[in-house]
């Protein structure tokens, strides 16, 4: 059991963090989600090749070569929480970079789609532990003030993943003669080569990530939690000082007092927590089923249904890639002086007009650069607004001693939520047509606005331990 005196936190001037420590270690977690990014979206391009070369078919060969890897996302973010609180923030992340090296190359050099399938699934693994673990830990140990910027960074490296992924696929194909498809297509080096440098480039940045991470620290929220003050204490004054240290440990604490260090995911169903849990999980499927990933996934449908070949839709994706980066820095400046709730509010009500927009020009025929236009509008309405703040949200509503299984179960959600969205887009693009699928993730949009505006507090510029008096006490 724990105890603590009640301490009130006293911060330190701005000046008096050890800003340049705090940046770094923070940078070198969120490569975490530079891997989840650049694995998660590879496929976009890569599937116009390794398709055919598995002589893929149909709505629900395509769907489950685009979904299959969500199911790895699942496993990954279920069992994150429950061993992260076992072995730690730190323990975890590294075996996750592990992980993404060693599925890049079994993808690469996948026989077989069976074979490939099953790379995708293990690969998935390591996305549902990187995008449950590095926002975890990067708001565990950020100073308050700082906190939406630096767990918005990891959405920052999420998007130069995506970018970077969108670069390597239009640089492989950007000499692909237009028109070349049939079996010129099938014996082409892009199908039977190309595909395959595009995953197994993963393996450097897997390695990158891997030996940083013997550079950072442990949670000293979770060295807390798991009866190591003192570690926790010397990670603390090395964020923000020794006086610092102090107050931050005893409110750490405080939150603790009278708890066990270990979390049953039974717990979560105490009427206390299941408020906060219900608002985590439904932010978490929203951000899914507001429709953006379709266009990560499927660009190659999308744009070839507004007109454009396989080399201009590789064109294409990579300027979805450059907005969705720029507007990303945009959300960066804004998200500790706007406030999560009015960029939430802000994002579904842009969404919802955009996708009405996409789906009234599929319906009216409408191709090329008006299609394209809208596309990236919508790609920078999500980047700067529901993109990074959601995960910043999941990552400090949730009270210090069940954060881990919290998050699991959100991310978990939110992983289901994108495998459904991802399977059943090419069956929806079949059968109601690309213009009222996107109609139907414009109602979604409002759902989200209505939910936004009735459940969520402000949490900017609040410790996580206030945040936890606020939402659950």
Known sequence: MITAPTTTLRAPAVGQYHLAYVWAICLVAALGGLLFGYDWV?????????????????????????????????????????????????????????????????????????????????????????????????????????RGRLVAINQLTIVIGIQAAQFVNWWLGRDMPKGLSGDALLHSWYVLQGWRWMFGLTAVPSMLFFLGMF???????????????????????????????????????????????????????????????????????????????????????????????????????????????????????????????PLLLAGFVGLAIIHLAIGGCYFAGVQGLPMLLLVLSAMACYAMTLAPVVWVVISEIFPNRIRGAAMAVAITSLWIACFILTYTFPLLNHRLGPGSTFWLYAAVCVVGFVFILLRLPETKGKTLEELEKELVD
């Open 42 to 146: 590879v496929i976009g391009g890569a599937r116009q090749f390794f398709e055919p070369y598995f002589g893929l078919s149909g709505e629900l060969e395509t769907g489950w070569a685009n979904s299959c890897a969500l199911l790895g996302c699942l496993a990954g973010a279920l069992v994150a929480g429950a061993l992260s609180d076992r072995f730690g923030r730190k323990r975890l992340l590294v075996g996750a970079a592990i992980l993404f090296a060693v599925t890049s190359l079994g993808n690469a050099l996948a026989p077989t789609f069976t074979v490939f399938v099953v790379w995708r699934i293990l690969g998935g693994v390591a996305i549902g532990l990187a995008s449950c673990l590095s926002p975890m830990y990067i708001a565990e140990v950020a100073p308050s003030h700082l």
């Open 215 to 341: 550079a950072v620290p442990e949670s000293p929220r979770w060295l807390a939690k798991n009866g190591k003050p003192d570690r926790a204490r010397d990670v603390l004054a090395r964020i923000g000082g020794g006086d610092y240290a102090t107050a931050a440990l005893g409110e750490i604490e405080s939150t603790l007092a009278g708890e066990t260090e270990t979390v049953r995911f039974r717990e979560l169903l105490d009427p206390k927590l299941t408020a906060v849990l219900v608002l985590g999980v439904v932010l978490a499927v929203l951000q899914q089923w507001c429709g953006i990933n379709v266009i990560f996934n499927y660009a190659g449908d999308i744009f070839k249904a507004a007109g454009y070949d396989i080399s201009d839709t590789l064109k294409n994706i990579a300027w979805t890639g450059s907005v969705n980066l720029v507007f990303t820095f945009v959300a960066l400046g804004i998200v500790d002086r706007a406030g999560r709730r």
